[in-house]
């Protein structure tokens, strides 16, 4: 194995190599399984793209290392091999550097959404294209510059400053968490962050000092071969460490498939805990409708309201009245408690506000604007101009039609069989004791009632009579 400091392929290099595979493998497991497992749908927006942003750096940032490190022997012959694109653009600006921002971004989300109660004023894409404007202005200097030799190595003149990257990314992580640390979150996101900056930091630190030490003295062969591999091995623990913060996916978090319980949960009232927000129960009452009634009381009927909802999804308009019974949910959760309010509310703007939503609601633009840009998302009211409208349109496109078909007469019948089941209930628990009467003779109604079963016949009814 001589020379494999320069060429690579030494034992340790295949051992962090093996690591690295792991590591990602693991990643790619635990972001896609709790979709497979719990059939959740796919979020869209920076919920899904900051966390797919993340996967993707973390595999620019192992590949790149692997790459300018030398771990596996190759010959550098093909341009596509140049260090300036591994050791410089893809280990830079699109691995480390895009993997901290997405996560700090994820962080500023965070704050602003659960401290300001406002979502974030920037677009996900502009914020995250922000902060990554320092790492592409550093690779561009590098470029232009030339500073790598044929080992892709930079001296500590290089390496030193940009180490301070990371460092600094790390420390406004650290400080924008802990500005949030009087906030009792529901799904344990500031415990889970807590505990991936704690991994973070010392990865890094020891990240930091073995990248100074590996550019710096290239001539120390067992040092070259230590470095190259805690290099990787820190990289793999960073990247698992980072994905660990759950506040990105606080539905997902709950139904981890590493937990003992079985959460069966499908909507984000039931993972908040709020009551009646599964499925009907038998205790749910059956309102006698009448079609000449206001639509918006009818539908505060929880048994209405999910026959209605049926003839709307049938008619491929449901959005309007699943955002109406998810903002009824929203509605039982008390004021003072903010927090709850806040993950309900981000998730129906997420799910029926936002432009390009999953189940996007037809309301005004003013409207739609004035819940996005609110100053305050645990208003009782946030909602109240979205539902008026949605209710007026729901009238004149789905009220009439409702009346005449399958679903109202489906409900009709249930409503009935309700009433009866009811009426059954009383009858079977009233006193049926045997009553005393004055008449005692066969013409009593009571007669037999209280005969006893080993009553004399008729011969002797007089001395029983007596």
């Not at 404007?133 to 590098?142: D, E, G, I, N, R």
């Not at 091995?233 to 460490?241: K, P």
């Not at 079977?428 to 008449?439: K, Q």
Request: aromatic share 12%; hydrophobic share 45%; proline share 5%.
């Amino acid at each position: 194995m001589t020379g494999c400091d320069v060429i690579g392929g030494c034992p340790s290099d295949y051992v962090s190599l093996s690591i690295a595979i792991l590591s990602f493998s693991f990643l790619l497991l635990r972001s896609t399984l709790p979709f497979v497992f719990h059939k959740v749908p796919r979020p869209k927006g920076s919920s899904f793209w900051l966390p797919t942003i993340h996967i993707i750096a973390s595999f620019n940032l192992l590949l790149s290392l692997v790459m300018s490190l030398h771990v596996v022997r190759f010959h550098r012959t093909q341009w596509w091999q140049s260090c300036y694109i591994w050791a410089v653009w893809v280990n830079g600006p699109l691995g480390l550097g895009l993997l901290l921002s997405s996560r700090l971004i994820q962080a500023a989300h965070l704050y602003s959404v659960f401290v300001k109660r406002r979502l974030f004023p920037i677009r996900s894409y502009i914020s995250l294209s922000l902060a990554l404007l320092p790492w592409v202005f550093w690779a561009t200097l590098m470029h232009i510059k030339q500073p790598l030799n044929n080992r892709c190595h930079t001296g500590s003149r290089w390496a030193v400053p940009y180490m301070c990257f990371p460092v600094l990314y790390i420390a406004a992580l650290v400080g924008i968490t802990g500005a949030i640390h009087h906030i009792e979150f529901k799904f344990n996101e500031l415990k889970d962050l807590w505990r991936a900056i704690l991994a973070t930091v010392l990865s890094v630190a020891v990240w930091v000092v073995s990248y100074v030490l590996n550019e710096s003295h290239e001539e120390i062969m067992w040092l070259q071969v230590t470095t190259r591999c805690l290099l990787l091995v820190m990289a793999s623990i960073l990247v698992v460490a980072f994905f660990s913060i759950s506040f990105s996916q606080p539905l997902v978090s709950v139904m981890s498939l590493n937990k003992k319980e079985s959460f069966n949960v499908k909507t984000m009232g039931e993972a908040l805990g709020i009551t009646d927000s599964g499925l009907l129960s038998p205790n749910d009452p059956t309102l006698d409708v009448v079609p000449n009634e206001p639509l918006d009381k009818l539908l505060l009927n929880k048994r209405f309201r999910l026959s209605f909802m049926e003839y709307a999804d049938s008619c491929f308009a449901g959005e309007s009245l699943h955002f109406y019974d998810e903002v009824q949910q929203l509605e039982k959760i008390p004021v003072n408690e903010s927090v709850k309010r806040i993950y309900m509310v981000r998730h129906i703007i997420e799910k029926y506000i936002s432009a390009g939503a999953p189940m996007e609601v037809n309301i005004s633009h003013r409207t739609r604007q004035e819940i996005l840009t609110t100053l305050d998302l645990a208003h009782p009211d946030l909602f109240k101009k979205a539902v008026n409208e949605l209710l007026q349109l729901i009238n004149m496109n789905l009220g009439k039609d409702y009346w005449s078909s399958m679903y109202f007469l489906k409900y009709k019948e249930e409503a009935a069989m309700r009433s009866s089941d009811h009426e059954l209930e009383q009858v079977n628990a009233w006193n049926f004791s045997p009553r005393l009467s004055s008449v005692h003779c066969p013409d009593d109604p009571f007669y037999q009632d209280h005969i006893p079963r080993d009553s004399p016949s008729l011969d002797t009814h007089g001395s029983y009579l007596q």
